[in-house]
């Protein structure tokens, strides 16, 4: 039961364009949400996150937007730069009062940019 | 500026072997995740400890796997009598209070002959 969902295994994008990932999710409890970076061999890096009473936020080249009525949210990266290549997970939170603890993630998108 | 150090990176294991993966967290941070992250796979979660105290083990198997957080020292994921499917990157989280974000260490790729 996949309840973070990344549907595009991959991603090819032009230097300089708009990377977009997108992120859907079941689970109506959770309440926070963040992205992660990754590249081989590596752990994970956080990126941005958003919490469920907010609908945009932004860091520089990256905005993550949430649409809680479609349970969807999407990273916006722009311009894109070949260092941004890599494995981008989408992760979620259930708030449970006491605080959150472990993130559910999504299986990630590869993002190629290519020059 | 040390992040969240995890050790060994790389362990091999033959099958019916125990296998002990170390997580130092940031300098500060009193919260430990464990994930496990099995190919072509996101993370998924299976413990949440702070110091001397499990706080969430939903996600472990409920056989061979333990994990623990002592008061002074790393924290500790062990697996007793691996098998072929425990073969995986198994990731360290800290956080430095329980809602905040979690910063991840490089993992430990544990293989199973």
């Known amino acids: 039961d996949q309840q973070v969902k990344q549907n595009s295994p991959s991603l090819s994008v032009q230097e300089g364009r708009i990377s977009i990932l997108n992120c859907d999710y079941t689970?109506?409890?959770?309440?926070?949400f963040l992205w992660y970076k990754k590249y081989p061999a590596e752990g994970p890096t956080f990126l941005i996150s958003?919490?469920?009473?907010?609908d945009k936020n932004e860091d520089g080249r990256f905005t993550v937007f949430l649409n809680k009525s479609a349970k969807h949210l999407s990273l916006h990266i722009v311009p894109s730069q070949p260092g941004d290549s890599a494995v981008y997970f989408c992760?979620?939170?259930?708030?449970?009062?006491?605080?959150?603890?472990?993130?559910?993630f999504g299986k990630g998108t590869h993002l190629i940019i290519q020059p | 500026n040390a992040g969240v150090m995890q050790n060994p990176r790389h362990l091999v294991r033959r099958r019916g072997q125990e296998a002990r993966l170390r997580c130092s967290p940031m300098?500060?941070?009193?919260?430990v995740y464990w994930y496990r992250q099995l190919p072509e796979e996101g993370l998924k979660f299976m413990v949440y400890?702070?110091?001397?105290?499990?706080?969430?083990e939903s996600g472990m198997p409920k056989e061979r796997f333990s994990a623990e957080f002592p008061k002074e020292g790393p924290s500790i994921l062990r697996i007793q009598q691996v098998v072929r499917g425990d073969s995986a990157a198994y990731f360290c989280?800290?956080?430095?209070?329980?809602?905040?974000?979690?910063?991840f260490g490089p993992g430990t790729r544990l293989t199973v002959l």
């Open positions: 958003i919490s469920s009473i907010k």
């Open positions: 689970n109506s409890m959770f309440d926070y």
């Open positions: 992760a979620a939170r259930v708030y449970s009062g006491g605080g959150a603890d472990g993130l559910t």
């Open positions: 989280a800290s956080s430095l209070r329980r809602d905040n974000e979690q910063f």
């Open positions: 300098k500060g941070h009193s919260h």
């Open positions: 400890l702070q110091k001397e105290n499990i706080i969430d």
